[in-house]
C-alpha cells in the first residue's frame, strides 16, 4: 500500500510516520508515504493556492488549477490508486471503510485547507469523500491521518502479532473485553481469577461475556446492528435471566419509585 498526501502543509506528516506502528510498517516496506505540495503546482510568482468565494461572504477557497494538476500529476506516477478528499460532507469513516480502502494499492489523500475546495475537484477528480467526523477541523491533514492510522494496521504484516487485527475491536461487531495486565492487585481491585487459571477454553468463554456485556453496556447501538452468534445470544440471555430473578424476589414493588 502506498499513501501519497496532497497538502500545503507536508511537514505535518514527518511526526505521524516517525512513529509507532506506522514507522515499523514504512521500514518493512509494508506502506510507502509520501507527501506533496500543492503549492509547488501552483504557476504564478507568489505561488498561490486559494482565492475569494464567487458570490462573496468570507474565507478563502482552495484554487482549482494547483490542486487539479497536482491530482493528476500524482494519479499518473501511482496507477491502481484511489483519490480520497477529506471533507465534513464526506461519508463518516468506519472500519467497513477502512478494510475497503486496505484492499487498494494506493490512496491519493486531497487534504483541503480554508473553507474547502472548489466544488469541480470534488465532481472530477475525486472517487471518495470522506469525513472523520461531525466536527469541523481547520484543514484535512489530521483526518488523513487518522485514516491512514486504520488504514495501514489492516496491511498484513504491519502489526507484529500475526491475526492481531482480526481480534480488535469491531471486526466481528463488539467491543473489545476488557484487559489486564500485573500486578495482579492493584489499588485494592484485582484481576478477575479466571485470567490467571491456565483454562484456556474458560479463558475465551470469559471474553466473550466481557465483550457482549461491554458493547451492551457503552454501545448498545453496535448490537442492534449485528447478527448475533448462539454464543453471544447465550450471554445476553443468562444477564437477563439473572436481573429477571432479582425483580421476581422484590413481590409487590409494582409502582412507584
Ligand atoms: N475539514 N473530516 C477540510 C474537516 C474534516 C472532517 C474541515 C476538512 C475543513 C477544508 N475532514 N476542510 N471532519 O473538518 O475530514
Known amino acids: 500500500m502506498f499513501f501519497t498526501v496532497l497538502t500545503i502543509f507536508p511537514e505535518m506528516f514527518d511526526p505521524f510516520w516517525q512513529h509507532g506502528i506506522v514507522r515499523r510498517a514504512i521500514e518493512h516496506k509494508i506502506i510507502r508515504a509520501s507527501a506533496v505540495n500543492i503549492r509547488d503546482f501552483a504557476e504564478d510568482r507568489h505561488r498561490v493556492t486559494d482565492d475569494r468565494p464567487y458570490g462573496g461572504g468570507s474565507g478563502m477557497v482552495m484554487k482549482p488549477e494547483p490542486l487539479a494538476a497536482a491530482i493528476r500529476e500524482t494519479s499518473q506516477t501511482l496507477p491502481g490508486a484511489k483519490n480520497v478528499l477529506l471533507t465534513p460532507q464526506g461519508r463518516i469513516f468506519n472500519q467497513q471503510m477502512a478494510r475497503e480502502l486496505a484492499s487498494y494499492d494506493g490512496l491519493i489523500l486531497v487534504c483541503g485547507r480554508y473553507e474547502g475546495v472548489d466544488e469541480r475537484i470534488c465532481h472530477d477528480l475525486i472517487d471518495y469523500e470522506i469525513s472523520i467526523g461531525g466536527y469541523v477541523l481547520t484543514g484535512g491533514e489530521l483526518a488523513a491521518m487518522v485514516l491512514m492510522d486504520a488504514v495501514t494496521r489492516l496491511i498484513p504484516g504491519a502489526l507484529g502479532g500475526e491475526d492481531a487485527a482480526e481480534k480488535d475491536s469491531f471486526s ?39 465483550s457482549v456485556m461491554r458493547t451492551l453496556l457503552k454501545r448498545p447501538d453496535l448490537l442492534q446492528d449485528k447478527n448475533l452468534t448462539r454464543q453471544e445470544r447465550r450471554v ?17 414493588q409494582t409502582k412507584g419509585s
Not at 478477575?192 to 466473550?208: A, F, K, T
Not at 445476553?236 to 409487590?252: M, R, T
Request: proline letters at 5%.
Open 172 to 210: 466481528d461487531g463488539l467491543l473489545e473485553h476488557a484487559h489486564y495486565t500485573r500486578p495482579r492487585l492493584f489499588e485494592d481491585r484485582a484481576v478477575p481469577e479466571v485470567l490467571l487459571s491456565g483454562h484456556h477454553q474458560d479463558i475465551e468463554n470469559w471474553r466473550l461475556e466481557s
Open 236 to 252: 445476553l440471555k443468562k444477564w437477563h435471566q439473572a436481573i429477571e430473578e432479582i425483580l421476581d424476589s422484590h413481590p409487590g
